[in-house]
């Protein structure tokens, strides 16, 4: 990425979100030159598959699909299909972000239907105060579900999962939902002008 034109360099900003988020989050642990990583509604575990990377490998987190819930409309909600990471038979699956160099912002939404992401970010930061790193940035924003897009898109509140090929309710109501993805855009933006670009802030919408 560093030798890509359009990236400026010398450091990197990761930006995750779900699956995603645990990923960039394995990225900040193991790999140099990562500044400032946002996760937006992200685990703190290895999730879905295991993770190879050199000659390790961590353990996806022990789930059960067995507890897959249908909404009233015939949508899917997986939250509880995921066991509790600090249970024991998880210990080696959760990614050890201590490591990191940079700082973290975690975004949550406080109804997400996919993940507990509220208590994921709260298990963060505990292991990194536990580790003498300083306490991330964590937002949380109530009625807003799990899929939280760039400002102005529409709220994806229900989609079929591109992987799954089931229809998935992701939570969130409409009018919440949609300004918080307006103020976690800038919230986004300003975590990495400060960190990459040394600004403090950003221009904020006017709408």
């Known amino acids: 990425m560093l030798q890509h034109p359009k990236v400026k360099g010398p450091s990197i900003g990761l930006l995750g979100f779900s699956k995603g988020g645990d990923l960039c989050l394995s990225m900040a642990s193991f790999l140099k030159g990562i500044t400032a990583t946002v996760l937006i509604n992200a685990c703190v575990a290895n999730t879905v598959a295991p993770l190879h990377y ?18 009233k409309s015939g949508f899917l909600t997986f939250m509880d ?26 975004i949550v939404g406080m109804d997400d239907q996919s993940w507990k992401s509220e208590f994921y970010a709260q298990i963060a930061s505990e292991r990194l105060q536990a580790h003498g790193k300083e ?3 964590i937002i949380c924003y109530p009625e807003t579900g799990h899929c939280i897009d760039p400002p102005y898109f ?17 939570g969130g109501e409409p009018k ?23 600004k403090k802030s950003v221009k904020h919408s006017k709408i």
């Open 54 to 71: 050199k000659d390790m490998i961590i353990p996806k987190l022990v789930d059960d699909v067995g507890k897959v819930k249908i909404t």
């Open 154 to 170: 529409p709220p994806s509140r229900a989609s079929v999962h591109a992987v799954l090929g089931e229809a998935i309710f992701y």
């Open 135 to 137: 306490r991330p940035q």
């Open 176 to 198: 919440a939902h949609s300004k918080a993805q307006v103020d976690a855009w800038q919230q986004i933006q300003t975590v990495f002008h400060k960190h990459l670009n040394g």
């Open 81 to 106: 299909t995921w066991s509790n990471p600090l249970e024991e038979r998880n210990h080696q699956s959760l990614i050890p972000l201590e490591k990191a160099q940079g700082p973290f912002l975690f």
